[in-house]
């Protein structure tokens, strides 16, 4: 079998292959464009709805001295970024989308139990020695 021979035959396989994909593709019925659209529109969603409201709540929580509800938004902020990190993580396997995940973690816990200090008052000495006679 001479070259010529052996490349059209592969330039006819390869043609079969590039059909077939392409049916398939066809058969699915997905639309690249809509998929693009609606991830774009998540993203969007996300940066508008959730960190502006969330900023804007912090800001008026700062404002009127609510220090636990301060807590509450920096744990679900933390969260909300916590599986961003980790979906990254998971795609990429780059050890710092796996550090900013166990970092947002801590910060999930470090704000719930500042969240619950606050509500409970345990930062108030008092209210803790208080606790303490009781036992």
Same mark, same amino acid.
């Given at each position: 079998?001479?070259? /010529?021979? $052996? !490349?059209?035959? !592969?330039?006819?396989?390869?043609?079969?292959?590039?059909?077939?994909?392409?049916?398939?593709?066809?058969?699915?019925? +997905?639309d690249e =464009?809509?998929?693009?659209?609606?991830l774009k529109?998540?993203?969007? =969603?996300?940066?508008?709805?959730?960190?502006?409201?969330?900023?804007?709540?912090?800001?008026?929580?700062?404002?009127?001295?609510?220090?636990?509800? /301060?807590? /509450?938004?920096?744990?679900l902020f933390?969260?909300?970024?916590?599986?961003?990190? @980790?979906?990254? $993580?998971?795609?990429?396997?780059?050890?710092?989308?796996? /550090?900013?995940? @166990?970092?947002?973690?801590?910060?999930?816990?470090?704000?719930?139990?500042?969240?619950?200090?606050?509500? @409970?008052?345990?930062? !108030?000495?008092?209210?803790?020695?208080?606790?303490? +006679?009781?036992?």
């Open positions: 079998m001479s070259n /010529v021979e $052996y !490349n059209n035959e !592969n330039i006819n396989e390869n043609d079969i292959r590039k059909e077939e994909i392409l049916a398939r593709s066809r058969d699915e019925k +997905r =464009g809509e998929e693009h659209a609606s529109a998540k993203k969007t =969603g996300q940066i508008f709805c959730f960190y502006i409201t969330a900023l804007v709540l912090l800001v008026i929580s700062l404002a009127i001295g609510q220090i636990s509800a /301060v807590w /509450v938004m920096l744990a933390a969260a909300f970024e916590s599986g961003y990190e @980790l979906t990254k $993580y998971r795609l990429t396997k780059k050890v710092s989308h796996m /550090v900013g995940f @166990l970092t947002c973690i801590a910060a999930v816990l470090f704000s719930i139990f500042a969240f619950v200090d606050y509500s @409970l008052e345990w930062h !108030n000495i008092h209210e803790f020695t208080k606790a303490i +006679r009781w036992w």
